[in-house]
Nanobody, 119 residues
Framework: QVQLVESGGGLVQPGGSLRFSCAAS????????MGWYRQAPGKQRALVAS???????TYADSVKGRFTISRDNGKNTVYLQMNSLKPEDTAVYYC?????????????WGQGTQVTVSA
């Protein structure tokens, strides 16, 4: 059984920083990509950043230059460093992994963690 366990998040003032981590565990044969999505109230879930197994990164335009995604392949873990946070970054953040496990290649999701940017 594959699980994604997220840590980080919380309440931060505008201009502040947060760091997320997400570790994938279970019987995993290969991870193709990991990333972070977010969903604000009344909006659809949208990509924040992703990183492939060859370290190709993708960022939403709204976070370019402020957020940095990285991964530790040996630990099946992805990180998201978020700097210069803005109130519009407030959302529930979800970790995602595109990986090959016992059931074949599938998308897996973390439980979600709340980020609130407010003075």
């Amino acid at each position: 059984q594959v699980q994604l366990v997220e840590s980080g998040g919380g309440l931060v003032q505008p201009g502040g920083s947060l760091r997320f981590s997400c570790a994938a565990s279970g019987t995993i044969f290969s991870i193709y990509a990991m990333g972070w999505y977010r969903q604000a109230p009344g909006k659809q879930r949208a990509l924040v950043a992703s990183i492939t197994n060859v370290d190709t990164t993708t960022y939403a335009d709204s976070v370019k230059g402020r957020f940095t995604i990285s991964r530790d392949n040996g630990k099946n873990t992805v990180y998201l460093q978020m700097n210069s946070l803005k109130p519009e970054d407030t959302a529930v953040y979800y970790c995602n992994a595109d990986l090959w496990a016992n059931r074949g290649r599938e998308d897996y999701w973390g439980q979600g963690t709340q980020v609130t940017v407010s003075a």
